[in-house]
Antibody
């Protein structure tokens, strides 16, 4: 069974940067399509970004394009999300999710990011 | 972007009764080449991450009780819980993966009456 553990979520000021990480175990990481999904406090789910197994396909939701960068380290079994120029509206719990393609079948417990002055 | 709209926003059902949640996509999410609907359902219990219940509109994930079923095609889909149990109290989301960006419905909160 895939185990996903996120880290890196903290309180950061608007305009700041943050790097989230997700440690993946229990499955061959290099065979997994990986995603980040976020959930603002009391709100619904918003898909943020994804990255194919070999990094040949990467996609972002429009609201983070040019500010966030998804990456992966298949040798160390890690997924990352570099978040720059953070805005108050980026405040959310960020979930690391593995997929059978775009079927989001395993979720981590999430890491909270708060953007506030 | 494909907009997913769920109804109702909230629902209260008695234990043992049927619960029905609807989801409509703003465009067709049936891929005619393989006749698959690119639609998933998730359950999010309080304080928990979402859990995948159903993919391809009607395929239950391993370990999901058979009281959960999905149906529909094209643009209109339904999640049915045949006999509500206390542990089914949660928010339920539909999600399309037919085309990017992946989008979710706004969620339906299910409570016990």
């Amino acid at each position: 069974e895939v185990r996903l553990v996120e880290s890196g979520g903290v309180l950061v000021q608007p305009g700041g940067s943050l790097r989230l990480s997700c440690a993946v175990s229990g499955f061959t990481f290099s065979s997994l399509w990986m995603h980040w999904v976020r959930q603002a406090p009391g709100k619904g789910l918003e898909w943020v970004a994804d990255i194919k197994q070999d990094e040949s396909e990467i996609h972002y939701v429009d609201s983070v394009k040019g500010r966030f960068t998804i990456s992966r380290d298949n040798a160390k079994n890690f997924l990352h999300l570099q978040m720059n120029s953070l805005r108050v509206e980026d405040t959310a719990v960020y979930y690391c999710v593995s997929g059978r393609g775009w079927v989001l079948d395993n979720w981590g417990r999430g890491t909270p990011v708060t953007v506030s002055s | 972007d494909i907009v997913m709209t769920q109804s109702p926003d909230s629902l209260a059902v008695s234990l043992g009764e049927r619960a029905t949640i609807n989801c409509r996509s703003s465009q067709n999410i049936l891929y005619r080449s393989n006749y698959k609907n690119y639609l998933a359902w998730f359950q999010q219990r309080p304080g928990q991450p979402p859990k995948l219940l159903i993919s391809w509109a009607s395929t239950r994930e391993s370990g999901v009780p058979d009281r959960f079923s999905g149906s529909g095609s094209g643009t209109d889909f339904t999640l049915t819980i045949s006999s509500l149990q206390a542990e089914d109290v949660a928010v339920y989301y539909c999600q399309q993966y037919y085309s990017g960006p992946i989008t979710f419905g706004q969620g339906t909160r299910l409570e016990i009456k």
